[in-house]
């Protein structure tokens, strides 16, 4: 764009106002903001006032012209006169410090036009007279140009410097984005340590992580394959340590900057430092007002940190902190979300057709997968004895057979499982509690970590869920809420498994006692009854054979009349086995008790010694009285 | 450009509206030796309505800083000095030679 503008004013101060306009116009249609504007006016009636003042040597004595041209990159103002020459280009500058008595009140308007105007030029010709150029170019107002000034003359030693500030901060930028696209912690750790060492060129890097649980720094990543080596191996140093850069940092969650470590009392020549390190700055990695971890950088040489550095590091450190975070919450949030899979699982399993060891089998090994556990088993409750039902572990030597012989309830060995056992909510082992049977039987240390739940169903208790780590402290509040909950899928596994068996057996029992109840009411004379009778009861109770012998009264005496489950040759010793008052203990016994006599082994017991029983084949015995 | 002064208890309120430049400044000039004429030295200069001031009418305020402060009897104090002036009066080196108030009440009630 190239629009000159030329007017031409009296040279009179009152003209002023106009010129000032005229600019002005010409200055905002090429586009200058405000303040730059302004600067132009300025500049513009500064330099008239002096073509009036010094040039023609007062008003009225000439004119001035005035030329506005605008081009993509500035605004050019051209002022032309006929007075005497007048250099406002050479006018020295005004001692601008001096006190008020002493400020002289002349060459303002020059060191004005000076610094307001991007470029000026004055040139006198006899034909065109004296021409005053002044340039403002576009976007350049006051302060923004001295800037840039300032830039122009250091530019070649900050060039560098701001080259690399700008790359550190593309390196913040970068970790930032890590932070957000990668959920995998190692990865993560590791590619913050690498682009620290690329973009900000230290050679020693590492990161390290606060485990409070164990009171414990994690070297978790490293520069170098040194850092890969000591990462290998989980280099580890005390939370509490007393000396040291990074345990300090850990513990006051404060950044330390070194530039000289011989002269750093808390500085030790630690596992992970290179012999030759000279500077340190170490900053901690904090989220809320929990220490998550240390990001530590050394260098070989000293004085290689700043104040800025410092920032940086911080900058990087939250960035990392936050990852740390999310990392953990990643982590929390996929075993949540397997604890649920888990519980669908054994849920799922409930509603099918599952026999009571696939249920217990499963809940078991569900449980393994959530909680940290070397061994779980559940026990139910026989008598009073706890048996062990299920049973897995990750140990080879561990079977079921290891825990079947767990005794009485009452003795020493296992009040713990009877605390749990009795208990209302799962109970977890301290170093204190005796050993309970898996803790013995894997041989586990002393303050190994257990937990059991008892096995409820309304009130009734029907055993214990126990699981068993090598570590101490394993278990805490989410392990109890798990185990309170697959205990009580396993408790109504249990009881759903009781349940249908009762079931079962008592429409067993009705089918039966309907077919007797059909028969006897169909049937007309007594033989064909009692026929029918000692072919039901057998599958009523369950056993092989059944007889009646019928009391005659006048005699007392037992006679055969029906008989099931035998063959001809014992027919035929039934139909022979009479039996008088007095022949026989049992038939006495209930004649004169009018219970049941149960005799559990014929050949020892000497209430039965006819030998027809024994030649019936029966074992056991049980005589009722109708 | 136009002046207003205004007599008050403690001081004297003078306040100019629109350009202050080599035209307009011995107008300003004028109305400021006429005060101290009067024996007042402390006077308020309020800038609100100032659009435009050159280093003629930087010329006149130092002139008479120079005639109030003689002999401690008094200061020219600025009020709602608009932000293009206060550049101006940067760029000359006064900032550290007047007091400046956000308002003309507050620097009247200065003195």
Redesign the interface.
Known sequence: MDTPQTRTFPGRFDSLAAIGEFVTHAAEAAGLDERAIYEVQMAVDEACSNIIEHAYGGEGRGDIECACRTDEHALTVTLRDHGTPFDPTRAPKPDLDAPLDERQVGGLGAYFMQQLMDEMRFEHTPDLGNVLTMVKHRGSALSERSVAQNELVVDARLYSDLRRRADQLAAVAEVSHAVASILDLDILLDKIVELVQARFDYPFVHLLTVDPARQQIVYRAGSGPRGKVLQEEGLVCKLDDASGIVPWVAQCGKAVLVNDLSRESRYRASEFSEADVRSELAVPLIFGDRVLGVLDVQSDRRDVFGEQDRFLFKALADSAAIAIRNAHLYRSERWRYQVAESMREVTGLLSTEATLDQVLEATLAELERALPCDVAAIWLLRGDNLCVSAVRGHAPEVCVGDFQSVGALSSGVNSWLVQALNADQPIIRTSQSPSDPLGTAMDFPLDYSAIAAPLRVGGRRLGILTLAHHAPGRYGDESQAMTATFASYAAIAIENTRLYQETQELARISTVMLRVAEATRSLTTLDQVLKTVVQLAPTLVNVKRCAILLRDDPTATFAPAAVYGVNSDQQDDFARWYIAPGDEQAFDDLCQNKTPVFIYDVATDSRLSGTVPWALGLNHCCFCRS | MQVTTKRLKRCELVKATG?I???TAPQLTKALDAINKADCFRIVFDMSEVE?I???G??VL??A??TC?RWNRGELVLASVPQ?VH??LD???FLP?FKFYDDATEAVGSF
Do not use: H, V
């Open positions: 350009r430049d080599s035209n435009f050159s280093s003629a930087l010329r130092i002139n800083q120079k402060k293009r550049e101006a760029l000359a080196g030679l």
